[in-house]
């Protein structure tokens, strides 16, 4: 049985930081795409991040670039994502999700097939 599990959200000040994690276990951890999203309330869920199965590439939305940083630690079977510099705006459940592929293709939700159960993250001003 797979489980993706995330962890370290939290309540922060605009401009703090918050790694999240997130652990998966019951699959070929380095077999897998792995990428972050979000859901804030009231809007659509979109893509975060994208990392390959060796960890060698990653993609941003445009949001996080430059603040967000995904990598992984593939012996461990754990993903991670740093997030400096928060805004207000970051406030939403972040979701980790797997994907059986060995690069990212974008965001596409139905690319990933594997889904924790969120980890909310709340930024105040």
């Known amino acids: 049985q797979v489980q993706v599990v995330e962890s370290g959200g939290g309540l922060v000040q605009a401009g703090g930081a918050l790694r999240l994690s997130c652990t998966v276990s019951?699959?070929?951890?380095?077999?897998?795409?792995m990428g972050w999203f979000r859901q804030a309330p009231g809007k659509e869920r979109e893509g975060v991040s994208c990392?390959?199965?060796?960890?060698?590439?990653?993609y941003y939305a445009s949001f996080g670039k430059g603040r967000f940083t995904m990598y992984r630690d593939n012996a461990k079977k754990k993903l991670h994502l740093q997030m400096n510099s928060l805004k207000p705006e970051d406030t939403a459940m972040y979701y980790c999700?797997?994907?059986?592929?060995?690069?990212?293709?974008?965001?596409?939700?139905?690319?990933?097939?594997?889904w924790g159960q969120g980890t909310q993250v709340t930024v105040s001003s």
């Open positions: 999700a797997a994907a059986p592929s060995d690069y990212c293709s974008g965001f596409a939700e139905r690319d990933f097939k594997f």
């Open positions: 019951g699959l070929i951890f380095d077999d897998y795409a």
């Open positions: 990392i390959s199965s060796s960890g060698v590439t990653t």
